[in-house]
């Protein structure tokens, strides 16, 4: 059974830097993509970033780009979404996902197992 676990998550200020993590178990995480999603209250689930099986290919929202960076380790099965420069529009609920293929997509439906979530909350 494949488990997504992120942790990282905390309230900062503007302007502050966090890291989250993603530790998968349960499949070859260094075969798939993985990508990096956040859903604000009362709005709909976003796209953030994704980063292709081997790492060297990544994709940004335009709202994150220059701000934050994924990663991924991959004999510790482990990816990280550097967050710095936050800002209160970044607070959400972040959750990483596997993906079914290699390379990274913005389609969710290629996302077929989710973590639980981390909470990050950004003050003014």
């Known amino acids: 059974q494949v488990q997504l676990v992120e942790s990282g998550g905390g309230l900062v200020q503007a302007g502050d830097s966090l890291r989250l993590s993603c530790v998968a178990t349960?499949?070859?995480?260094?075969?798939?993509?993985m990508a990096w999603w956040r859903q604000a209250p009362g709005k709909e689930r976003e796209f953030v970033a994704a980063?292709?099986?081997?790492?060297?290919?990544?994709d940004y929202v335009a709202s994150v780009k220059g701000r934050f960076t994924i990663s991924r380790d991959n004999p510790k099965n482990t990816a990280y979404l550097q967050m710095n420069s936050l800002k209160p529009e970044d607070t959400a609920v972040y959750y990483c996902?596997?993906?079914?293929?290699?390379?990274?997509?913005?389609?969710?439906?290629?996302?077929?197992?989710w973590g639980q979530g981390t909470q990050v909350t950004v003050s003014s």
């Open positions: 349960g499949r070859d995480f260094s075969r798939y993509a």
């Open positions: 996902a596997l993906g079914s293929g290699s390379y990274s997509t913005r389609s969710s439906y290629q996302y077929k197992y």
């Open positions: 980063v292709s099986w081997s790492g060297d290919v990544a």
